[in-house]
């Protein structure tokens, strides 16, 4: 099957199989040459900034509690976690968008990770040698540091699974010049990074991660703001999950003190993520914070327009515990359902 060309990437898996250029030309078909890269890349997110190792996130039984079987979707690729648990779900096709290019090549990694190494292996690759998931190791007995030849030799069989630019990203990381135990994913930790490793489904069961592993195929991954990436994309989708994007870029906007220009931008994104959904199709966006804060209402009310456009909201309010920090956390899920088609 001839793969799209490099115009509109469209027909991902319906009507005929997989369709899009190998994941290396789907780079190339991100590069922006004609400076369409706009607000979405700035602030602390952008192509140059680090991903986050493991989910902070945890939107787990929510996202699958409306079975995604079949379903054509469209996610944040973060760390890499969610396309792969909506992949293990059954979604068909999931296309994943990053605005950093080093967080698309940790979607890479993991991937071939989960299709190449048994449990025990890939959460060591990952974590040992950091000092936060020291803890989790040692309750499932698994060793809290790896030589470096020894990550190498693991990198070997994963790195034939990965992109020409992936590769060239990770061989440095993962083969280097003077070996040592230190991690190579050190340097790509956040505040909360690796605080909530119990929570993630692959990482505290290897039976959920066998499960994972069974569903970790190819996916494109799209090296762009979602808001752009959605725009670009010609096909339509019954989930468009956005993660903490509109929470992020209403502080992004507040902290410049723009509220007008934060209306702007969300109005123009949701108009393009209502284009996108199919009927019956859903919107789901995550907020850290509480169900009961009040500043949920308010930020809830700044998508009044989804509500306009026939769309009926459901809240699902998330509770999680972090065995590191002793606390639990509540945040929300906000999925607002495509119920009318004009």
Same mark, same amino acid.
């Given at each position: 099957?001839?793969?799209?060309?490099?115009?509109?990437?469209?027909?991902?898996?319906?009507?005929?199989?997989?369709?899009?250029?190998?994941?290396?030309?789907?780079?190339?078909?991100?590069?922006?040459?004609?400076? &369409?890269?706009?607000? &979405?890349?700035?602030?602390?997110?952008?192509?140059?900034?680090?991903?986050?190792?493991?989910?902070?996130?945890?939107?787990?039984?929510?996202?699958?509690?409306?079975?995604?079987?079949? &379903?054509?979707?469209?996610?944040?690729?973060?760390?890499?976690?969610?396309?792969?648990?909506?992949?293990?779900?059954?979604?068909?096709?999931?296309?994943?968008?990053?605005?950093?290019?080093?967080?698309?090549?940790?979607?890479?990694?993991?991937?071939?990770?989960?299709?190449?190494?048994?449990?025990?292996?890939?959460?060591?690759?990952?974590?040992?040698?950091?000092?936060?998931?020291?803890?989790?190791?040692?309750?499932?007995?698994?060793?809290?540091?790896?030589?470096?030849?020894?990550?190498?030799?693991?990198?070997?069989?994963?790195?034939?699974?990965?992109?020409?630019?992936?590769?060239?990203?990770?061989?440095?990381?993962?083969?280097?010049?003077?070996?040592?135990?230190?991690?190579?994913?050190?340097?790509?930790?956040?505040?909360?990074?690796?605080?909530?490793?119990?929570?993630?489904?692959?990482?505290?069961?290897?039976?959920?991660?066998?499960?994972?592993?069974?569903?970790?195929?190819?996916?494109?991954?799209?090296?762009?703001?979602?808001?752009?990436?959605?725009?670009?994309?010609?096909?339509?989708?019954?989930?468009?999950?956005?993660?903490?994007?509109?929470?992020?870029?209403?502080?992004?906007?507040?902290?410049?003190?723009?509220?007008?220009?934060?209306?702007?931008?969300?109005?123009?994104?949701?108009?393009?993520?209502?284009?996108?959904?199919?009927?019956?199709?859903?919107?789901?966006?995550?907020?850290?914070?509480?169900?009961?804060?009040?500043?949920?209402?308010?930020?809830?009310?700044?998508?009044?327009?989804?509500?306009?456009?026939?769309?009926?909201?459901?809240?699902?309010?998330?509770?999680?515990?972090?065995?590191?920090?002793?606390?639990?956390?509540?945040?929300?899920?906000?999925?607002?359902?495509?119920?009318?088609?004009?």
């Amino acid at each position: 099957m001839e793969p799209v060309g490099p115009g509109e990437i469209s027909n991902l898996g319906r009507d005929g199989g997989l369709q899009f250029p190998n994941q290396a030309e789907l780079y190339e078909w991100c590069d922006d040459p004609g400076g &369409e890269f706009r607000v &979405e890349g700035a602030g602390s997110f952008h192509r140059n900034s680090p991903p986050y190792l493991m989910a902070t996130e945890h939107p787990w039984p929510h996202l699958a509690g409306r079975s995604p079987h079949g &379903e054509a979707v469209v996610c944040i690729a973060g760390s890499g976690d969610i396309p792969l648990f909506l992949l293990q779900a059954g979604a068909d096709p999931v296309v994943a968008v990053d605005v950093s290019t080093s967080a698309c090549f940790l979607n890479e990694l993991k991937r071939a990770a989960l299709r190449r190494l048994p449990y025990e292996d890939y959460v060591t690759f990952f974590l040992s040698g950091l000092p936060r998931a020291s803890g989790f190791l040692h309750a499932r007995r698994l060793p809290q540091s790896m030589p470096a030849v020894e990550r190498a030799a693991l990198y070997d069989v994963l790195r034939q699974g990965l992109s020409a630019p992936a590769r060239e990203f990770w061989d440095d990381r993962c083969r280097p010049a003077a070996p040592s135990e230190s991690s190579p994913f050190q340097g790509f930790l956040h505040t909360l990074d690796l605080f909530t490793l119990e929570e993630i489904p692959c990482l505290s069961d290897p039976a959920r991660y066998t499960a994972w592993s069974a569903g970790a195929k190819d996916y494109p991954i799209l090296n762009l703001p979602m808001d752009l990436a959605l725009r670009r994309l010609d096909m339509l989708f019954d989930m468009v999950y956005v993660s903490n994007v509109p929470e992020y870029m209403k502080m992004h906007f507040l902290a410049e003190e723009n509220p007008e220009g934060y209306r702007t931008w969300l109005e123009t994104f949701l108009r393009v993520v209502v284009k996108r959904l199919a009927p019956g199709g859903r919107f789901c966006s995550y907020f850290f914070q509480s169900g009961e804060a009040p500043s949920l209402t308010a930020d809830l009310a700044d998508f009044a327009l989804l509500g306009d456009c026939g769309m009926r909201l459901d809240v699902h309010r998330i509770e999680y515990a972090s065995a590191a920090l002793g606390s639990r956390f509540r945040n929300v899920l906000a999925v607002w359902e495509k119920t009318r088609w004009d």
